[in-house]
Structure formats: structure tokens, C-alpha cells
């Protein structure tokens, strides 16, 4: 069971796959856990599967997992999921907030990829996939 998303629980959770040696890793929950599983499926070479039970972010289909570092959070690049799962008796079911917060996440998205893209016009700034 996933606390937080770590490094270190990045590799409990790799040591796991090491020692049972699935051929998918699921991971059921809100973004950390979904974030831990993303990661150390990718680093481990294998596929995981996002069993999403809120819909507070887009992290549930994102190939980026969130890892807190020694100082701050990193966004690090891993895999897409290769199916999400996700029932929506228990999503619905879950705080309004995570369902509010899920909501400002998409909204933000339509913006923020514009205004990269602007940036990339008129700064030269990177812009790449995301």
C-alpha cells in the first residue's frame, strides 16, 4: 500500500514487481497511487493499468508521474496507462472537491497549452508533447 509518492516508494513498489514479477501493474486510487504504479511499471518495463477512484486530475491518463523529491515535487516522465479502469459508482461517490478540483484541471489545460504554444511563438520557448 502506497502512503505518498516518493522515490523511495517508487522503489518499494519495484522491489515488489521484482520479487512477484507480474505482467501489468494496477494502480487503484487517486493520483499517488496512480503516480507510484505509473513509475515503477515504467522503470520496471512494464505495462500498468490506472484504476482511477476520484477524478481530481488528469494524471489518470497522463503518461507524467508527480514525485515528491528531498525538496519539492518533480514531474517525471513515464508511460501512459495501457487501460483505465474506472467505475463511476465509485468516482461519483467520492468528495465533491476531487471532483471540482478534476474539473478546474481540465479547464486549466485548454489555457495553459495555449499560452505554451504562444510562448513558443513569440519567446522561442521549448514545446514539445506533454
Known sequence: VVKSS???EVRAVEEKIKELKPQVVLGVGG???IDVAKLSSTRQGIAFISVPTTASHDGIASPVAAIKGLKKPYSVMAQS???IV???DIIIRSDYRFTASGCGDLVSKFTSVRDWELAYKVKNE???EY
Do not use: H, I, R
Open 6 to 8: 516518493t522515490l523511495w
Open 31 to 33: 493520483g499517488t497511487k
Open 81 to 83: 496507462p495501457m487501460a
Open 86 to 88: 474506472a467505475d463511476t
Open 126 to 128: 521549448y514545446y514539445g
